[in-house]
């Protein structure tokens, strides 16, 4: 696995993935990274060995708390929280611990996987009741936990809003909000293809577009001549030599964060204030936070962090709004029109990114599932999951502290390179979803 600048963080980095991540091997995460048991950052002041910085967040056991406590190592914005929360009681409880599934060739229960892939917190509703949550290794319900990109379906969703005002146009040109990404992959293309992931974007070799945007963001050490902001960021990115004759789609952390830049330009407001004022305060029992670099802006791609109870309302909210009949309310609008049904499956399965999701298409920073119930989904790095199953009123969220930092691919053709082991993979999860299904009332 190659190394990508900044060197001396990867140096640190690559023996601890590849402690972790012997390929096919499942690592019981509780035996070797539960952060408290282990004294991550416990006393005052916390032991010099036991101290998480920037330098070795990334690295188990720190990696676990790192997602846990974002905001005590980078500046953090907030998202304020609703004045009535949605209900979220608990249900009659669904017998899962005996739950087995295949993967690869193991098969696993489901504590078993939720350990081998590093899970934080896993909660199951069903009709909008509480049948299964766990809590493991040290996390707890009231802590906050990194979204990384399920942060994207965040800013899609907000876009949808914006788009369904009349505010936004999608077959604009992202560069008629934002004159300074004209000539840049994202400003020469639509709103819309920003938001399907279908810009070919070119990102410098020693800046992949997730440890690029890390740096400049301020979440790891960052070489001289890395952009130090989101902003300078998305101006480094090219457009291919030449284009391609077909649509492509090239999963990146470029196209939101140029979206979030368009949606301030036109409100006048943040992101965080916007998620406040049209996402957050519909539902959420607590206040988020997000991420933001050293000009305050925020990490639209993957900054966001909540509760797993929140993330929880977040999708029961997304699934009550997906199947009410009344759609009055401007958040109902904004998610009829970020979920609407979208045909790029072939787009995806041709992409090295898309070979795990098979048969998904994708819209608005969300993937769509296809498999005859309609279900959605949105994922993030280190294992974040959310799924919404609207006829069967299934929700289950996943947050999770799954070490990969292999950087990603560079440009639309390139394979992205992979750290994951087979139980932290769409296909894992997909067969944990099929055997949970049937157990359900």
Known sequence: MSCTPP??????????????LV????????????PIRLGVMQGFPPAADK???????????????????????????????????????????????????TVGEQSLSLPEYLQATFTDGFIVLHRGKRVYERYLDSFSADQPHIWASMTKSVTGLLAASLVAEGTLAPDARLSSYVP?????????????QNLDMQVEAVYPAKMP??????????????????????????????????????????????????????????????WSTLVSERIWS???????????????????????????????????????????TDRSSPFAQAVQLALQPNDNQALIAQSPKGKDRSGYAYRDYWYQKHDGDGSIEAAGRFGQRIYINPKRELVIV????????????????????STRQAADTTTAFNSMVSALLPALP
């Not at 300074?180 to 819309?192: D, I, K, S």
């Not at 457009?239 to 964060?257: F, K, R, V």
Request: charged share 20%.
């Open 7 to 20: 060197e001396a963080f990867c140096k640190r980095l690559l023996p601890a993935l590849l402690l972790a």
């Open 23 to 34: 390929s096919g091997q499942t690592l019981a995460a509780s035996d070797t990274s539960d």
């Open 51 to 101: 101290r998480v910085t920037r330098q070795n967040a990334f690295e188990l056991p720190n990696l676990r708390w790192a997602l846990r406590n974002a905001r005590a190592l980078t500046p953090t914005t907030g998202i304020r929280r609703a004045p009535s929360p949605l209900a979220l009681d608990a249900g009659t409880p669904v017998e899962l611990e005996h739950l087995r599934f």
């Open 180 to 192: 300074e990404l004209a000539g840049t992959p994202f400003g020469e293309a639509t709103l819309q």
């Open 209 to 270: 577009p997730d440890i690029g945007l890390f740096a400049a963001a301020g979440l790891v050490p960052r070489a001289a001549d890395m952009p130090d902001n989101i902003y300078s960021f998305l101006q480094a990115a090219t457009l291919p030599a030449q284009a391609s004759a077909t649509p492509i789609w090239y999963y990146q952390n470029g196209s939101p964060e140029a979206v979030a830049w368009a949606m301030r330009r036109v409100t006048g407001k943040s």
């Open 282 to 324: 519909q539902f959420a029992e607590d206040d988020a936070y997000s991420q933001v670099d050293a000009l305050g802006t925020e990490m639209a791609s993957g900054g966001l962090s909540s509760t797993l109870r929140d993330a929880a309302r977040f999708a029961e909210a997304i699934r009550l709004a997906w199947t009410t």
């Open 398 to 417: 996943k947050m999770s502290s799954a070490p990969d930092m292999a950087p990603r691919a560079t440009s639309a053709g390139a394979a992205p390179a």
